[in-house]
């Protein structure tokens, strides 16, 4: 049987596999006490499938306070099996189900501290505590208490616990069944919307409104895809993405959303729209553009998914960098706030000779006055007269050579001013000017390889989708043209023939970028640089400057994982030149 996974667990109730368990042990430490015996029952859609039990030898002393509530004995035990010999039948038992304990920290702790103990892998398969289960469900008036025998008495269990492990697990089960029995009421039909129920606060329950409008997601598909909530007025409330449309929205209704704004959002509800996509990168793309034409007022962090800054040389005889919300050709970003961006820029001005005022200096004839920036050295007067514009031009070409990744003379000298301070044990400066560089690094780094994609006419890619099957991918110019999959035992080719065929027209606009939105441009990166990603078709060499931040790879990295205080080295001094292809 499969290890279920988190990507699951919308498996139906009645067909979810449950391991009822309970453990005795010598006390309360997982770290200092024992298992003493093992009880388990299998259950799935409210059959029994089997039981484990078996006592087991603590290899220590049993305190007499814990013979007594368990009634087990040194006597009994010491012709019991040891832990690493029960462990790995324990352990089958439970591969493939959902685990199940009453107070399921204290039976996962003594079995993670057991697998550790004995060398063996902890499963990590997804538990399911009755007691957290029962505060979720149960009113304080109807349960004061969860304890297990509690419990058991409220819902008439055939089975009392008797702290003994295969009773108090037989009690488990009957509580569990009472306790399925009531989440149905509550909306709760799957495996994650129980998971969800029980880790949410006790009382928590969903709104009249919530159990309402479930009928909404009745008609939506159990496919990959982007879905709209619309208001009284048609418009678009909330915009998200699943890889299971129906049953995403479906989780909206039931006590597993607790999103007070999300609850608000659904009472206004009337109609879900849903676009089904062919994966998730389609689905991600869609989304960026819903959210873009229509800002839904309900998505409080992606209402504006196209905002960003960038850094551009001004238009004037002595141009100086700009932060800037509105790119254009030569621009360098894009940065995620202002504030990133001015940091950039200070970093390339801390290398490059230019201007750091705002003012606007004539060609001819400047009368302005000198400022203290002079007098450090950073900047030649040119407000003064004391620096031609055509004594001032190879600045700016260090500025546009460096975004370009043409040279990475700027960088070298960021990087020498770094070691510099290092060997000045000036540890606290060159911590911070490592960080910088690190910082303007990761940010040249994105801006040029989003600059080389968005140039390319086409390029088509594909994802292995886990099935042994393929999701295609067709970008032209930094954006999703077409998207579709090819099918385990289905030829990918022809699919892809036919996804070009039928992709968007996509011509290349202004600014940096090539006229893509950077956000899109972003996550079709970031799906190519997936390890396992495969390159099918591209029209022309995918490359990036020889010259440009990801040279600087190695040093980016040592830079981050050095401690604060220490510096770290350039890279190599004579690279290759060319272009990486």
């Known amino acids: ?202 009382g928590s329950r969903p709104t009249p409104a919530q159990r309402r409008k479930r009928g909404l997601a009745e008609h939506l598909p159990n496919a990959p895809g982007v879905y709209l909530f619309r208001g009284p007025r048609d418009e678009v409330l909330y915009v998200g993405t699943s890889g299971d449309l129906r049953r995403r929205v479906r989780s909206y209704f039931t006590a597993a959303e607790r999103r007070s704004r999300v609850r608000d959002m659904v009472g206004l509800a009337i109609r879900v729209d849903a676009v089904e996509c062919a994966h998730a990168l389609e689905a991600r793309v869609r989304e960026l553009r819903l959210l873009g034409a229509h800002r839904p007022r309900f998505n409080r962090h992606s209402r504006t998914p196209y905002l960003a800054w960038w850094l551009t040389l001004t238009n004037e005889p002595f141009p100086r960098l700009s932060a800037v919300s509105q790119p254009r050709d030569g621009a360098f970003g894009p940065f995620r706030s202002r504030r990133d961006a001015v940091a950039a820029m200070e970093s390339i001005q801390d290398a490059v000779p230019v201007r750091r005022c705002s003012q606007r200096i004539p060609a001819r004839a400047p009368r302005g006055t000198p400022c203290a920036l002079l007098e450090l050295g950073h900047c030649a007067a040119p407000c003064a007269g004391r620096q031609s514009a055509a004594e001032y031009a190879p600045a700016v070409v260090s500025v546009q050579e460096l975004v370009a990744g043409h040279s990475d003379t700027a960088l070298r000298t960021l990087a020498a001013e770094v070691d510099r301070l290092g060997e000045a044990q000036r540890f606290e400066a060159a911590a911070t000017r490592r960080d910088r560089l690190a910082a303007l690094l990761t940010a040249l780094r994105r801006a040029q390889r989003l600059a080389a994609l968005t140039e390319l006419p086409e390029l088509v890619a594909a994802y292995p989708d886990g099935r042994g099957g393929w999701e295609l991918a067709v970008l032209r110019h930094g954006r999703l043209a077409a998207a579709g999959v090819a099918r385990r035992g289905v030829p990918p080719m022809p699919v892809v023939a036919a996804l070009r065929a039928g992709a968007e027209t996509v011509r290349p606009g202004p600014g940096p970028l090539s006229g893509a939105p950077a956000e899109e441009a972003g996550v079709l990166l970031r799906w190519l640089e997936r390890p396992g990603t495969r390159l099918v078709h591209c029209t022309t060499p995918w490359a990036e400057p020889a010259f440009g931040a990801s040279r600087w790879n190695s040093w980016l990295a040592r830079a981050m994982a050095v401690p604060a205080g220490h510096a770290a080295e350039g890279p190599e001094r004579h690279p290759a030149r060319g272009r990486r292809t």
Do not use: Y
Request: glycine share 8%.
């Open 1 to 202: 049987m499969t290890q279920l996974s988190f990507d699951e667990v919308g498996t139906p109730l009645r067909e979810v596999t449950f391991v009822v368990l309970d453990l005795e042990t010598t006390g309360g430490s997982a770290a200092e006490d024992a298992i003493t015996e093992v009880g388990a029952v299998k259950v799935r859609g409210g059959e029994r499938l089997g039981e484990l039990a078996t006592l087991v030898d603590p290899g220590s002393g049993i305190p007499p306070s814990v013979v007594a509530l368990t009634g087990i004995t040194e006597a009994m035990v010491s012709d019991a099996p040891l832990l690493a010999t029960v462990l790995p039948s324990v352990l089958e038992f439970l591969a493939g189900a959902v685990l199940v304990a009453h107070n399921s920290p204290f039976d996962t702790g003594f079995l993670r501290a057991a697998c550790e103990r004995h060398g063996l892998a902890w499963p990590k398969p997804p538990v399911l505590c009755t007691a957290r289960l029962a505060r979720a469900v149960l009113t304080p008036d109807e349960a004061p208490s969860v304890r297990l025998s509690a419990l058991a008495e409220l819902f008439a269990s055939a089975v009392q616990p008797t702290h003994r492990a295969l009773d108090d697990a037989r009690a488990t089960v009957h509580v569990l069944h009472a306790l399925l029995e009531r989440v149905g009421n509550l909306g709760v039909q799957s495996l994650e919307e129980l998971l969800a129920l029980a880790a949410s606060r006790a």
